[in-house]
């Protein structure tokens, strides 16, 4: 596996997630969920999102495949009291053996071969619960990648793509939008849909 160039950032000191706050779209989402809600993070990084929804008493299951950002997000998880599961595994070789309340890919679906990817959108879809959310970001191909990017961001979806996916659902959030040069050396474009399922 090739591994991404940030992963060797996570194991670099200090508590802060490498991505920064969470993203605020899980302000409003929160509010919709009931107490004791079943969480995935698919692709959770160091947590900045698992750690959010944890604190609040959800029932956080956070899975990555980069050993350094789950023992990261062990290490911080401990050290702030908070209790969630971890899973250091391919998400998808992940069995996901419950159906949740939310489930999140935020970074992660572009990572992914192009079949791998769209095949975990239908997973995601058949385990979380009527009424659920899922929430995906992901890297369009609208601006194009530098070559030095192709190796990791195996699949960037075509704009407008991912929201066909939840063409059944309800969409609460479609939209896409720009994101310069920062953290990721270049920059980006992107699309995120927060659906919630009906049936
Ligand atoms: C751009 S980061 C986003 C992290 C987190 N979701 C966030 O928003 O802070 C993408 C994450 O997906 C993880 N990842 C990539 N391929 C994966 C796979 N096949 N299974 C699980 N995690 C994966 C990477 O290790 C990385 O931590």
Known sequence: MIEAPWDEDYSRGGTESIWGPPCCLYTEIINRLPR???VLDAGCGDGRHSILFARL?????AVDISRNAVNKLNLVA???AIRLTTVLE???SFRLNHH???????????????FEGRQLIDRFKRRTITGGYNVMVVITNLVALPLSARAH???????????????DW????????SSPAGRIPYPRHLNRVVARCTA
Request: no cysteine; glycine share 8%; proline share 4%.
């Open 90 to 92: 391919d998400i998808t």
């Open 170 to 177: 309800d969409l609460i959030v479609d939209e896409a939008y």
């Open 78 to 80: 401990r050290q702030q």
């Open 153 to 167: 961001m195996k699949a960037p979806f075509n704009d407008g793509e991912l929201r066909r996916y939840y063409k």
């Open 57 to 61: 008493g959800f029932r956080v299951t």
């Open 100 to 114: 949740y309340d939310l489930i999140l890919a935020h970074g992660l679906l572009h990572l992914l071969p192009a």
């Open 36 to 38: 004791g809600a079943r």
